[in-house]
């Protein structure tokens, strides 16, 4: 029989709240892990994959260990993005429903300095933060760390790279007998780099479901197109997912800006994010995503962790990553909470070699998704013209003379003759390649 949160130690306050969220049956690395967090004997490593509750594995029993009645800080939580500590802050808010004594800040970075400062005038017992940001505050003197107990590295394996330069500073401003909690959801070579230089030779390392890195719940599949056909292949299957949420993943900032205007252009709901954008805009695009507003995010991996999104059904990899790990987070954003997806990877032929390399790495297997025909192709981008034009707005400054000469020309049409002349020569245009200056514009960037 499967254990239950109540089996592993949980406090009644945390219990309540977690039932209220539904959640029973704890998942394979919360079984793991809560125990040994809640012993508070030791480092821990855990290794997860994407989507598993890697969140309340270790943040239950941090809001457990919390000692109320001491005004410090006694845990930070550090964090690749901004997003993903805004989802750590609040998912340990709604944790912490019946623990109004414990005090929780987050103090990212991509969002002005000083109310956090003046946040942390309040005594505070959690703080999530990006590395950066921590030491800036370090360095203004606005946090004291000297009780800090517990240093919780939340997706390690993307923080790497800012921990090498950062981490020394963190952790000379804790005591020596603080307790690290590394989680990550792959195990790269820097990792474990990483767990050998900071964390205790005794550290426990606990792996959950890592035999196949995959979440048992996506279908991997790849469809394969050449350069000139490849936005159209997306936007036939972005039509066959209409009202549906997911993600398109691009490599390069300049990438998802070119793919957000042609989706803009072909009128689909869709967004943009990627690091460049001010945090003020990103944060409204991903309350559009959040509340339904619009349903394709097209990003960039690092913009796109931290989302912890219901129902999304799909990703979509525009670009094949160029490491496994990065596969492994993209399609983790689907099939969570034991939902099912897909993940679809778009390819070009010389590329196709390296799915077998992506299976053996990964323990997952991609099977091919059925290519849309180019009469298929060809209809749907007559479905998005014709919805172009029914959401373009009138032109007001069109002169009342020219409308009515254009009016004399339709005149004698009915409405299905227009619609059949239109058609025909919306498709001879498509065919013969002879749009006008404008539309020729508007083909080139379809591309």
């Known amino acids: 029989m499967s254990k239950q949160f109540v089996d592993l130690g949980i406090s009644v306050p945390l219990l309540k709240a977690i039932t209220e969220l539904k959640f029973v049956i704890p998942t394979e690395i919360q079984q793991k892990t809560i125990p040994l967090l809640l012993s508070n004997t030791t480092d821990i490593v855990g290794f997860s994959k994407t989507g598993t509750g890697k969140t309340a594995a270790f943040g239950l029993p941090i809001l457990q260990l919390i000692n109320t009645h001491l005004p410090v800080v006694q845990a930070v939580i550090l964090v690749p993005t901004r997003e993903l500590g805004h989802q750590i802050f609040s998912n340990l808010a709604i944790f912490a429903k019946y623990l109004p004594e414990v005090s929780i800040a987050s103090t990212c970075g991509g969002i002005p300095i000083k109310p956090q400062i003046e946040r942390l005038t309040n005594p505070t017992h959690i703080i999530v933060a990006t590395p950066g940001r921590l030491i800036d505050l370090i360095q203004r003197k606005a946090v004291n760390l000297k009780e800090t107990q517990y240093l919780v590295l939340d997706e390690a394996d993307e923080m790497v790279s800012i921990l090498k330069d950062s ?32 964390l205790s030779k005794n550290a426990v390392q606990v792996s959950a479901n890592m035999e196949t890195i995959g979440n048992q719940g996506i279908d991997h599949q790849y469809i394969v197109v050449s350069p000139i056909e490849k936005l159209d292949v997306l936007m036939h299957f972005l039509t066959s997912k209409e009202g549906e949420r997911g993600i398109v993943f691009c490599k390069t900032k300049a990438a998802v800006n070119k793919l957000a205007k042609n989706l803009a252009i072909n009128r689909f709901s869709s967004g943009a994010l990627h690091g460049s954008l001010s945090q003020g805009i990103r944060d409204r695009i991903m309350e559009q995503f959040r509340e ?38 993209r399609s983790g954003r689907t099939a969570r909470a034991g939902a099912k ?55 007001h400054n069109v002169s009342a003379d020219l409308k009515e000469k254009i009016k004399t020309v339709f005149h004698h049409l009915t409405k299905d003759e227009l619609i059949d002349k239109l058609l025909a020569n919306y498709l001879l245009q498509s065919k013969t390649g002879s749009f006008s200056k404008s539309d020729s514009l508007i083909k080139k960037k379809t591309r």
């Open 167 to 198: 981490l020394d500073e963190i952790i000379a401003e804790l005591p020596k007998n603080h307790k690290t909690f590394l989680f990550s959801a792959t195990l790269p070579g820097t990792i474990r780099q990483l767990i050998q230089n900071y």
């Open 292 to 329: 339904g507003n619009i349903n394709i995010l097209i990003a960039t991996d690092l913009a796109a962790r931290g989302i912890d999104v219901a129902a999304i059904s799909y990703v979509v990899n525009y670009h094949l990553p160029d490491v496994y790990e990065v596969y492994v987070h």
């Open 341 to 395: 997806g897909l993940s679809l990877t778009v390819l070009q032929v010389e590329e196709v070699a390296e799915i077998a390399d992506f299976e053996k790495e990964l323990g997952i297997n991609f099977s091919a998704y059925e290519k849309p025909s180019s009469e298929n192709v060809v209809e749907n981008n007559t479905l998005l013209w014709a919805k172009q034009i029914f959401k373009t707005k009138p032109n």
